[in-house]
């Protein structure tokens, strides 16, 4: 899969005439349709644009003759009052000047509080005044079909809008470290160079993913890291700076669980996550994890999805004996696992 990271270089239910539609809205008057389809786009991106920023980035780069710089750039988008701005890692990493612009034209220098790009994510800080934050919501609520918008600076064309759907959940993407990203939303919103960073915005105007990777040369099919992980490698970056991680060497997207298992096993969630490969040698197969397992808790602590998984797998649980509560087929099996630490890339 050729994937490149965005840097710069409703169904109706139909009837008699007269009916009303799924949304609320006359079903033989598609004009009123596309109003409403476009009132949620103009709203949602209103409401968000004032928070969107674009990243200015320069870099010290080795050049024959001597060093010399190298300038780049993506978006982000404010999710405090206090200045701190979410965007991608691959956007400032290693970056020896940040440099924001707001939508209202000021410019301010950006400090890195912290990237982490083993999910692609970094957060950086400016002190401004007046800043307007945009107001996450929750990507495990997210579904297939649902209007998504994103906003960014492609190209360097300031605070573009495009608009479409969820077009798939649960992906998984490899970044640049070699590390999978679980739980990717896929969309057929168009992103270009210069997005990377920008929000996806529902049509309430809430955060559900920062948007990061296209695939080459597919067209509409484009990916953003859910805003669920994303809140949770910012907390530990505000914290630490870094991300400190235990690894089971397994790769996992969230699914449903049928009605029929959870009443069978009286399970407490109705989703898990499914195991899809196990790494040679890991502390996953060593415990005797297998293809297919449906994993749903960790030391007694539901899991619900891969977000919960990641966040029970911190640097806490290396080394330490840990329970797995793993479905396998008409089995409901506890297994043994030891995480180690990932590696530091």
């Known amino acids: 899969m050729n994937l490149e990271f965005l840097e710069n270089a409703a169904s109706t239910h139909s009837g008699d005439r007269g009916s009303v539609s799924a949304v609320g809205l006359p079903s033989d008057n598609p004009g009123a349709l596309l109003d409403a389809y476009s009132r949620a786009v103009v709203g949602a991106a209103e409401r968000v644009s004032p928070a969107v920023v674009n990243v200015e980035v320069t870099q010290r780069v080795r050049r024959r ?28 990493h290693g970056a020896h000047r940040i440099e924001v612009s707001l939508s209202d034209g000021q410019r301010f220098p950006a400090a890195l509080i912290g990237d982490d790009p ?15 934050p945009a107001e996450l919501g929750d990507s495990q609520q997210l579904r297939v079909g649902q209007l998504v918008i994103a906003i960014g600076n492609p190209f360097g064309f300031q605070y ?15 970044s640049r470290t070699g590390r999978l990203i679980d739980d990717v939303i896929q ?19 809430r955060v559900v993913g920062v948007n990061t990777a ?22 530990r970056l505000l914290r ?36 899809v490969s196990v790494e040679s040698g890991s502390p996953a197969e060593r415990a005797g994890l297998r293809q297919s397992d449906l994993v749903v808790a960790l030391d007694g602590k539901q899991i619900a999805g891969v977000d919960d998984l990641h ?35």
């Open 65 to 92: 003759g001597g060093e010399g710089e190298a300038h780049g750039g993506g978006s982000g988008f404010i999710f405090t009052p206090d200045g701190l701005i979410l965007t991608n890692s691959h956007v400032v």
């Open 311 to 345: 966040r029970l797998l911190t640097e806490a649980q290396v080394g330490v004996p840990s329970h797995l509560t793993v479905v396998r087929g008409p089995q409901k099996l506890d297994l043994t696992i030891v995480p180690e630490e990932a590696a530091v890339q």
């Open 214 to 235: 296209t695939i080459l040369p597919a067209q509409g099919i484009c990916f953003a890291i859910g805003i669920n992980t994303a809140k949770f490698v910012a907390s």
């Open 187 to 205: 969309t057929d919103a168009a992103l270009n160079p210069g997005n990377s960073g920008g929000p996806l915005v529902t049509s309430d105007g």
């Open 118 to 132: 083993a999910s692609d994510l970094a957060v950086i800080r400016v002190d401004a005044p007046l800043l307007k």
């Open 160 to 174: 573009s809008v495009t608009a479409g759907v969820v077009s798939a959940l649960g992906r998984s993407l490899r």
């Open 240 to 275: 630490d700076g870094r991300i400190r991680r235990s690894y089971i060497g397994v790769v996992a997207q969230t699914v449903p669980l049928p009605r029929r298992l959870v009443r069978f096993h009286d399970l407490p969630v109705e989703s898990a996550i499914a195991v």
